[in-house]
Every structure is written in structure tokens, then in C-alpha cells.
């Protein structure tokens, strides 16, 4: 079958051809997809459901101009499953994938919500921060050098090369939105924060040290684009779904888009409803370094775990790395290409210029931190938000 893609009537086709529903049974399809790069369908007959998520062969959020690598179908696909031997309560089963389809048929998940559009309606999921904590642990441990051995962990990273993608966030994380570039897209009242950020050279040396990280250091299997858009919850259940921008890079990575994320959606609430993001931000650290300090004490394959000294150095080299990408992330999210909904969905124009005032504040001190401890999240919140607020 040569690639082509998909319509409401294939999906359904290919759903009964590959035996998930049978050639008779009444079933309904639609689009659900709202990311920016790919088309998902939902199909169901009665009580039964799956999800079709197929790569169209450019960046959606920007058209056929911007091609990318239909490759990437099969990465998310094989990260889901080399996620699911280590924390299958936490990702979506996948039940068939077709490289040159590009298509992965997976569990449904309709019963959950996105994270992120939930923590926007002001929804509690109390236990997002110990499952994504634990995700991040299991996943990030078992694929490093700590966890796997050197041989097996060179292998598993040489099926992960990710080229487009990677460049998508070499070049939208950490290039464009620290300089003029045409990619960038925020409100004309920011050009004044936005070009101190520009002529900041400390903050660019920064961030020039921050891509390189992510260029080079090949420390574990990320899922790469670990957003509150990524993640599916309820108040008892979690799911990490899209690693479609998987590839071995530094470990902090992942968990530094993900405190980022919560940590916006802090900015555009109301003061006294912060509480709980700080709550999860301090809180999947913890069960990070928790869960990351067993694995190394009873799961390690590498000998030199056993060195005393080690771990605490090792923790606190992804601790530093967290902070900085998030400042990165944060960035990004509020001048770049691609925004967030917590920020740009705030009605009153003052008050999300503010929120964008606040969040590109709070991206600068982030990704100039040094030396900190996760309590720096809710300080440098305090000390970033204007005075009146
Ligand atoms: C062109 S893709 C823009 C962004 O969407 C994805 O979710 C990633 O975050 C990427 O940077
Ligand atoms: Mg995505």
C-alpha cells in the first residue's frame, strides 16, 4: 500500500481491513487532530474505540512548505513500546503500526482529558506529578548508560535518530526565538521585551550552551516534546502520549518542558489558585529523584555507580539541565512559533500582555539560574511577576 493520507472513509477502511472491526459493523470516524503536525483519527462501534494517528509528510502548523520526515511515525510508535516495557500504565497501548502508512492504530484515550486543556478549566489531577515523575524516571533511567548496557544503549539510540524533528526544536527552541528570526509570532506590544531579550548576551551565551547540550549529550531515550499537550489525565490516571520528537539527548530535557509547561499555566491563573503547580513542579522532581536513586541502587548495569559521590553529582548536573531548558522552553512558548493555550487563551488583552511579560521574565532567570534547588520555580515566579499584580 503506497502512502497517502488518510480521509474519515479510508481510516475506516484500514481499521476493518486489519481486523479491529468487523467488515460489517456500523462504525463513526472523525478528525480529531489539533496538534501541528500530524492527522488523528477516532473511530468507534458501540463500547469499542481506537485511534488512527497518521505523519502527513509536512508540518501541518505551516503547510507543505515546511516537509518533514514521515520516519517519525515509526519513532513514536517504536518509543511508545520501548516506553511501555518500563511504565505501561503510563502510555497508550499500541496495537498495530505500518511504516510505509505512516500510521499507528492505538488505545483510545477519549475517556481522558489533555492535560493541559484540563489544568486550563482549573481541573485537579493530584496524581500528574508522581506519574509523571515516575515516567520520567523509569524511561530516562532504563535507557542510559546507568540502566543499559553500553552496547544495547548504542544500538537502541542508533533507531532513534530523529533528524527533522530534532531540527524542529534545535531551531524553534533554541535558535529562533533569541533572535530576529520570521518564525517568531508574538504581540506588537512585546517588541520592547523582545528585543532586550535579543540584546541579552548573557542569556544567548545561555541558550547557545542549552542547544548544544541537546545537539550532543546523548545521555538517554527522551520522548522529546514532553508538554502538558502530551499527556492525557484524570484525577486517578495518566498518559503520555505523542513521542513522535523521541531521540537520545540529555536527561533533564523532557522534565524541563514539562515543569515549564505547568509553570505557565501558573502565570495565567488567578493568585490563589497557583498553589497546586508549584505542588506538582516541586513534586515530580521529588519522585524523579526518588525513583532515578532506586533505579541506580538496585538496577544500575554500569560499575561505576557503586563510586561513591556519584549519583549526587549526577542529579545535580539533570537538576541544572531541567531549570535551564524550562527557561528555554518557557521562551518559546510565549514568542516563537508554536504558543500555548494557558497564555494566549487569557480574554483581557492587558492581562495576558502581562502573563507574556511575566512568562518571558521568568524564562530569563530560569535559563540564567545557577547552583539552584526546585524551590527556584516558585521564587523566581515571585520575583518575576509585577509588582501590582
Ligand atoms: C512545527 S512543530 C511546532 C511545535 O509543535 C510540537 O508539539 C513541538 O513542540 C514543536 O516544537
Ligand atoms: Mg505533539
Known amino acids: 500500500m503506497a502512502y497517502q493520507p488518510l480521509t474519515e472513509e479510508t481510516a475506516i477502511a484500514l481499521a476493518k481491513e486489519i481486523g479491529y472491526f468487523s467488515q460489517e459493523a456500523a462504525v463513526t470516524c472523525s478528525e480529531i487532530g489539533d496538534g501541528n503536525l500530524n492527522l488523528v483519527f477516532h473511530i468507534r462501534s458501540g463500547e469499542k474505540g481506537i485511534i488512527i494517528k497518521q505523519a502527513l509528510p509536512y508540518a501541518k502548523v505551516v503547510g507543505e512548505s515546511w516537509p518533514l520526515s514521515l520516519r517519525r511515525a515509526t519513532i513514536e510508535s517504536n518509543a511508545l ?48 506529578s508522581q506519574h509523571i515523575g515516575t515516567f520520567s524516571a523509569k524511561t530516562l ?42 518564525t517568531n509570532s508574538y504581540e506588537p506590544e512585546l517588541q520592547e521585551a523582545v528585543e532586550e531579550l535579543w540584546s541579552d548576551e548573557a542569556l544567548k551565551l545561555r541558550a547557545a550552551q542549552f542547544k548544544y547540550k541537546f545537539l550532543t549529550r546523548k545521555e538517554a531515550l527522551m520522548h522529546g516534546d514532553l508538554h502538558t499537550g502530551s499527556i492525557f489525565a484524570t484525577p486517578t490516571e495518566t498518559k503520555v502520549i505523542d513521542p513522535e520528537f523521541a531521540t537520545f539527548g540529555p536527561i533533564g530535557f523532557d522534565l524541563g518542558h514539562f515543569l515549564a509547561n505547568l509553570a505557565m499555566n501558573a502565570i495565567a491563573r488567578p493568585a490563589d489558585k497557583r498553589e497546586i503547580l508549584f505542588y506538582h513542579i516541586e513534586n515530580t522532581w521529588k519522585v524523579f529523584a526518588e525513583t532515578f536513586t532506586t533505579l541506580w541502587e538496585t538496577a544500575e548495569t554500569e ?54 511579560r511575566h512568562a518571558l521574565r521568568l524564562g530569563r532567570a530560569l535559563l540564567l539560574a545557577r547552583g539552584a534547588d526546585i524551590s527556584i520555580f516558585r521564587k523566581e515566579f515571585a520575583a518575576t511577576q509585577e509588582r501590582k499584580e
Open 81 to 128: 513500546t520501548t516506553f511501555a516495557k518500563y511504565v505501561p500504565e503510563l502510555v497508550p497501548e499500541v496495537y498495530y503500526h505500518n511504516e510505509e502508512l505512516a500510521v499507528t492504530v492505538m488505545e483510545d484515550l477519549s475517556h481522558m482529558t489533555i492535560s493541559r486543556k484540563g489544568l486550563i478549566e482549573g481541573e485537579d489531577y493530584p496524581l500528574l
Open 141 to 182: 533511567f532504563y535507557t542510559s548508560d546507568f540502566g543499559l548496557e553500553a552496547q544495547e544503549k548504542r544500538k537502541l539510540d542508533g533507531t532513534f535518530v530523529n533528524p527533522d524533528l530534532c531540527k524542529i526544536t534545535e531551531d524553534l527552541v533554541f535558535t529562533d526565538p533569541f533572535g530576529n528570526y520570521e
Open 303 to 356: 560499575a561505576y555507580t557503586k563510586q561513591t559521590g556519584w549519583l549526587p553529582l549526577v542529579l545535580e548536573d539533570i537538576f541544572a539541565d531541567i531549570v535551564g531548558f524550562a527557561g528555554c522552553e518557557i521562551i518559546r512558548r510565549t514568542i516563537g512559533l508554536a504558543h500555548v493555550a494557558d497564555l494566549d487563551g487569557i480574554a483581557d488583552t492587558e492581562a495576558k500582555l502581562a502573563a507574556k
